[in-house]
């Protein structure tokens, strides 16, 4: 069965970096993209951007551009995020999914970044 | 970026009841529309896409429907397990954006 496990709690400084990592499994990881979402406290989902899990290529939100990268690595079937120049409003979790038909069909369990001094 | 309205923010309603839960886009998004459904500590869930398909395993007591801007997610006969959030999602252009989520809860 497709699942998507990614890593657990962070808590950084302001300023710093994260990456969060989402290993695909029940399915070719190269045939499908991985996308990110994040959710803060009390607020909505936020759709991050995606990577081409196949061919590597990433398209941002305007919002993020600045800030994150999306990497994959095929030979791990896991795709990474990282965000960088933290601000205690990027506290949030942060899902990786995969698309299907239309939506996204498959989600990790969430990881919590938390941004505190 | 095209903005999602979901109406009402929050309902209360009782096991059996009929729920009928709104999204606006701000512009034509034909029916490139997903519903999720989403309870605190776990990954949000995919129940109908291209407005009105359910996904595998979703009880038919979720219906959706719309097209262009209005769209509507209909649970009727609420069962315990359908009290959470909901989302709507865009799916015509990037960025995709979701509503602000209506929370059903148990009378």
């Known amino acids: 069965q497709v699942q998507l496990a990614q890593s657990g709690a962070e808590m950084k400084k302001p300023g710093a970096s994260v990456r969060v990592s989402c290993k695909a499994s029940g399915y070719t990881f190269t045939s499908h993209a991985i996308h990110w979402v994040r959710q803060a406290p009390g607020q909505t989902l936020e759709w991050m951007g995606w990577?081409?899990?196949?061919?590597?290529?990433?398209k941002y939100s305007q919002k993020f551009q600045d800030r994150v990268t999306f990497t994959r690595d095929t030979s791990a079937s896991t795709a990474y995020m990282e965000l960088s120049s933290l601000k205690s409003e990027d506290t949030a979790f942060y899902y990786c999914?995969?698309?299907?038909?239309?939506?996204?069909?498959?989600w990790g369990q969430g990881t919590l970044v938390s941004v505190s001094s | 970026d095209i903005q999602m309205t979901q109406s009402p923010s929050s309902v209360s309603a009782s096991v059996g009841d009929s729920v009928t839960i709104t999204c606006r886009a701000s512009?034509?998004?034909?029916?490139?529309l997903v519903w999720y459904q989403h309870k605190p500590g776990t990954a949000p869930r995919l129940l109908i896409y291209?407005?009105?398909i359910l996904q595998s395993g979703v009880p038919s007591r979720f219906s959706g429907s719309g097209s262009g801007t209005d769209f509507t997610l209909t649970i009727s006969s609420l069962q315990p397990e359908d009290f959470a959030t909901y989302y709507c999602?865009?799916?015509?252009?990037?960025?995709?954006?979701f509503g602000q989520g209506t929370k059903l809860e148990m009378k």
């Open positions: 999602q865009q799916a015509n252009s990037l960025p995709y954006t």
């Open positions: 990577i081409n899990a196949g061919n590597g290529n990433a």
């Open positions: 999914a995969r698309p299907g038909e239309l939506g996204f069909d498959y």
């Open positions: 291209t407005t009105s």
């Open positions: 512009q034509d998004i034909s029916t490139w």
